[in-house]
């Protein structure tokens, strides 16, 4: 497939990239910082942009599916956690790129759990969480995990757990690939953390 990265330097952004290449797809970045080292095509778009802007800059491209992992780290926050990422998800489908993958926060669709200090960019979360199911007809899926950690990934999951886990960066990024064409994925909202079960037992096992 070709594909979109948006977010691809970041953290989980690189190991999606390379985790896409591994597996023979033609990956783009999206990404606001520098790029160079990943090697390959950047196009000129960011999440703050308009919506007009990002539009053009995805054309042309015969994108099939976009990751959006790109994140505010706390900088512009309302820009890009929620209104960066509507944007991006109302171009998707007036340009007809149908499969959509975002990395969301552990129970970010639901308010009643969420951390009192995290509340504002939990919001953003909300939002553009809640587009994406309810006013739009992308093949989406929402992973949502825990806090992330820079241990080495098992490749070993747990899909919705009923407490927030740990997760590592190497499990997240690696769950997010292997939802691209996993159908029991498709316009689910999947909370997880690090677990037990291998990532693509646990995707078609506890989500069919």
């Known amino acids: ?57 995805l054309k042309g491209h015969d994108l099939d599916a976009i990751f959006q992992v790109a994140g505010s780290r706390g900088e512009n926050l309302l820009q890009v956690d929620a209104y960066g990422a509507i944007k991006l998800e109302q171009a998707a489908e007036e340009l007809g790129i ?16 969420w951390p009192e200090q995290l509340r504002d960019y939990y919001i953003a979360k909300f939002f553009a969480d809640n587009w994406l199911i309810k006013e739009t007809n992308l093949n989406y899926t929402i992973l949502q995990p825990g806090f992330l950690t820079e241990e080495i990934g098992t490749g070993k999951i747990t899909i919705n757990p009923t407490v927030m886990g740990a997760n590592s960066i190497d499990n997240v990024a690696a769950t997010l690939v292997a939802s ?29």
């Open 1 to 57: 497939m070709n594909v979109l990265v948006m977010g691809a330097s970041g953290r989980v952004g690189r190991k999606v990239v390379a985790l896409l290449q591994a597996g023979g797809h033609n990956v783009f970045a999206g990404t606001q910082h520098s790029h160079a080292d990943l090697e390959i095509p950047a196009l000129p778009v960011s999440m703050i942009d308009d919506l007009d802007t990002i539009k053009e800059a």
């Open 98 to 113: 149908d499969r959509f993958i975002m990395l969301s926060s552990f129970n970010a669709t639901e308010p009643s759990l």
């Open 180 to 208: 691209l064409d996993e159908p029991a994925t498709y316009r689910k909202v999947i909370t997880m953390a690090d677990g037990d079960q291998e990532i693509a037992v646990a995707l078609k096992n506890k989500l069919a």
